[in-house]
């Protein structure tokens, strides 16, 4: 992982494909810039993330901050923010486009990330069906009783679909 600073972008700016292109994973204060944004590994923010382009990573994109593009925001994993997550084009999340993609902090054991195919809690993710079709004791083998607790008390909410919590 490289630990960059926002005005570091600049060098990886490629101007014949007028975008920044990083070759690796990045840990980065911030992200404000004008072009897209191409990551081959992971993108790490401790503030916002901002594209007037779209964002692209073969990794996870977290950030502590917003992150918003005016293009699409795409991940071959996951997108977490301790923010809002805005983009006037697609969200792809693990490789599949969702017209819906939320995330839900909905207590202190847990963050949940729901897209209209997967559903992602805490480490476990599977698709939104075998979510569906868990049984109790599946629960338990997850994370113990704490997770059944939580699955339990929660799941309601996590099996409804992104669209109806996002009204």
């Given at each position: 992982m490289k630990v960059?600073?926002?005005?570091?972008?600049?060098?990886?700016?490629?101007?014949?494909?007028?975008?920044?292109?990083?070759?690796?994973?990045?840990?980065?204060?911030?992200?404000?810039?004008?072009?897209?944004?191409?990551?081959?590994?992971?993108?790490?923010?401790?503030?916002?993330?901002?594209?007037?382009g779209y964002i692209y990573s073969n990794g996870d994109i977290r950030s502590n901050g917003d992150i918003y593009s005016n293009g699409d925001i795409r991940s071959n994993g996951f997108i977490d923010s301790n923010g809002s997550i805005r983009s006037n084009g697609f969200i792809v999340v693990f490789g599949k486009k969702t017209d819906n993609y939320l995330q839900l902090n909905i207590s202190n054991y847990y963050t949940c990330y729901m897209s209209d195919y997967t559903i992602k809690i805490g480490c476990e993710m599977h698709s939104r069906k075998e979510w569906e079709g868990f049984a109790d004791e599946d629960i338990l083998k997850m994370d113990g009783k704490k997770a059944l607790k939580f699955w339990n008390k929660y799941?309601?909410?996590?099996?409804?679909?992104?669209?109806?919590?996002?009204?």
């Open positions: 960059l600073k926002n005005k570091d972008l600049d060098g990886y700016h490629n101007s014949e494909t007028n975008r920044i292109e990083l070759d690796f994973d990045v840990e980065i204060d911030y992200i404000d810039t004008k072009y897209d944004i191409k990551a081959e590994g992971g993108i790490r923010s401790n503030g916002d993330i901002r594209s007037n799941k309601n909410i996590i099996l409804a679909k992104p669209k109806d919590l996002n009204r």
